[in-house]
């Protein structure tokens, strides 16, 4: 590395993937960088490991899934640890984050056969001599492709649910954070050393792109919308399934029966956690007229308190400063007021809580991802008005809303996948909950039974029992037989409803 090295910026050098810490600049690891042979390589190896591993069955799986769990659990402290270097996460970020993908591999390492085993499903009129069967079987090989904001849960989630499926997994991480990456593979490896089911690739975003046609039966992708784009339109070419789990600008509402203390408490969290790099983090607050100045008040109070290189992290990914510092800019230049922190805030490679009142609705504080520790609060008459303006952007990914009354029916009209009620972001905390956008937030599933489906194939089998009384689906039926059929429906839904 030169001396003008960018601290955090992956540097590519002679094959290796070097990667470092953005707030000290420190070498947090090394990766060979794969090229596209490479990459078919692995999906070869992993077809192979496939076979092997669906042939497990599920509680096969499941027993080594656990394993793998435990590992993590045992050490938590060492994933964290890892995590910190690489990405300048706090330490008890990447905790709560190791924490949570525990969940997730242990729901979807036990509910797997429950949620996609074979099943009889009832015969119906048609084909009545026939017994239906339903299964969901996997689709062999999925490229899992992840961002570097949570290295751990963010691929963790996927690759739980592709695994307890019976899928092997090529898995290219971000080149912010491969060796969290390469800690997952290797991790598994120990518990799994037969068969490759779970490799990691690593590089920039040309092994992505080479991930996605290189042969795989599904991709999994996380990262941003313009990213998702790209990789649809790669799978695209062989009409290789997606699921895209894209950026956000998620949105809180404070209705006038809130508890403001408890909802300013958890705007702070759900916008500063992770330095503000969150997909599902809240970036707007839209708070009714009679609770909007104590919420203000009590946020801007809350925020303040938090110290940068403490419980505000750097920003992992160095060219993020500059955005974030244009769309406070553009807020303030457009009549938005800074009550704390402001342009200023943006120290490389830190940025302050930044809190943004007034800001109108075609600055790109309010439009676009911003991805740091900035939150706008903007005053609204109802929570008609919120919802209204909550749901004004491209985006749908996750939201908040705190209130008494009205605030479950108010979260229902949120156009998001998912929404906490007087809370924020703690539906990633539940295993058995889906996971996933609407809009250009993308769509499909991670978490929960959905998550499960997502990574295989509904598989139906009919199977005859005896011969047909009334056969319906042969050249040989006879006109007095289809006359009967007609009969027989009309006996059954003849009747108005
Ligand atoms: P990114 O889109 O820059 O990169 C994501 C991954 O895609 C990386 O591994 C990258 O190497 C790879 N990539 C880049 N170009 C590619 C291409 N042409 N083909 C295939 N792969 C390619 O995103 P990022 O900066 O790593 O992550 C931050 C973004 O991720 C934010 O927008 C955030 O909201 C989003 N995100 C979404 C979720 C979610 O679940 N919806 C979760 C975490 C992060």
């Not at 078919?40 to 190896?45: F, K, M, T």
């Not at 600008?249 to 300013?264: F, G, H, R």
């Not at 005053?379 to 705190?402: H, M």
């Not at 009384?469 to 007095?480: D, G, I, K, S």
Request: aromatic share 6%.
């Amino acid at each position: 590395m030169t001396a003008t090295h960018v601290p955090g910026l992956p540097v590519i050098d002679d094959g290796w993937l070097i990667s470092t810490n953005p707030a000290t600049g420190a070498e947090a690891g090394r990766v060979p960088v794969a090229d596209e042979k490479a990459v078919v390589a692995a999906v070869e190896r992993a077809r192979a490991a496939a076979v092997w591993w669906q042939g497990l069955g599920f509680d096969g799986r499941k027993i080594r899934l656990l394993r793998w769990r435990t590992l993590m659990v045992q050490r938590i402290e060492e994933l964290a640890e890892l995590v910190h270097k690489e990405s300048g996460k706090p330490l008890a970020d990447g905790t709560i984050e190791a924490v949570a993908a525990v969940e997730h591999l242990d729901w979807a390492a036990r509910h797997a056969k429950k949620v996609l085993g074979p099943r009889r499903v009832r015969t119906r009129i048609l084909v009545a001599e026939h017994s239906g069967h339903l299964e969901y079987q996997p689709y062999g090989v999925v490229g899992v492709i992840g961002p570097w904001n949570y290295p751990i849960v963010t691929p963790v989630g996927p690759i739980s649910g592709a695994l307890a499926a019976g899928n092997a997994i090529v898995f290219k991480p971000s080149e912010y954070t491969p060796i969290v990456g390469q800690w997952l593979a290797d991790t598994f490896a120990e518990v799994v050393p037969e068969h490759p089911v779970l490799q990691a690739v690593h590089g920039l975003g040309d092994v992505g792109g080479a991930l996605c046609r290189s042969g795989v039966n599904k991709v999994s992708f996380t990262g941003s919308t313009a990213t998702a784009k790209k990789v649809m339109a790669a799978c695209a070419e062989n009409l290789v399934p997606v699921v895209l789990e894209a950026g956000g600008k998620d949105a809180l509402i404070v209705d006038a029966d809130a508890d403001v203390s408890a909802a300013a408490e958890a705007a702070v969290w759900g916008a500063m956690t992770n330095a503000g790099q969150t997909c599902i983090g809240i970036e707007r607050v839209y708070a009714v007229e009679p609770v909007y100045d104590r919420f203000v008040e009590a946020v801007v109070e809350k925020a303040g308190k938090l110290r940068t290189g403490e419980e505000i992290g750097p920003i992992t990914m160095p060219k993020q400063l500059d955005i974030i510092r244009d769309h406070i800019e553009d807020a303030l230049a457009k009549g938005g007021k800074a009550v704390l922190g402001g342009a200023e805030a943006v120290q490389a490679p830190f940025v302050a809580p930044t809190v943004l009142v007034d800001v109108p609705d075609d600055s790109s504080e309010i439009r676009e991802e911003t991805f740091g520790p900035t939150l706008t609060i903007t005053k609204v008459r109802d929570a008609d008005e919120a919802v209204e303006k909550a749901n004004d952007t491209p985006y749908g990914l996750g939201g908040s809303v705190f209130g008494k009354k009205n605030a479950i029916r108010i979260a229902r009209r949120l156009r998001s996948g998912m929404v906490a009620v007087n809370g924020t972001l703690t539906f990633v905390g539940m295993g058995n909950l889906p996971f996933g956008g609407v809009g250009e937030s993308g769509f499909g599933r991670i978490h929960g039974e959905d998550g499960l489906r997502e990574f295989a194939r509904a598989k139906a089998i009919t199977v005859r029992r005896g011969p047909s009384l009334l056969p319906a689906m042969t050249f040989e039926r006879t006109p007095a037989q289809v006359q009967q059929i007609v009969k027989a429906l009309r006996l059954l839904y003849g009747r108005k409803p």
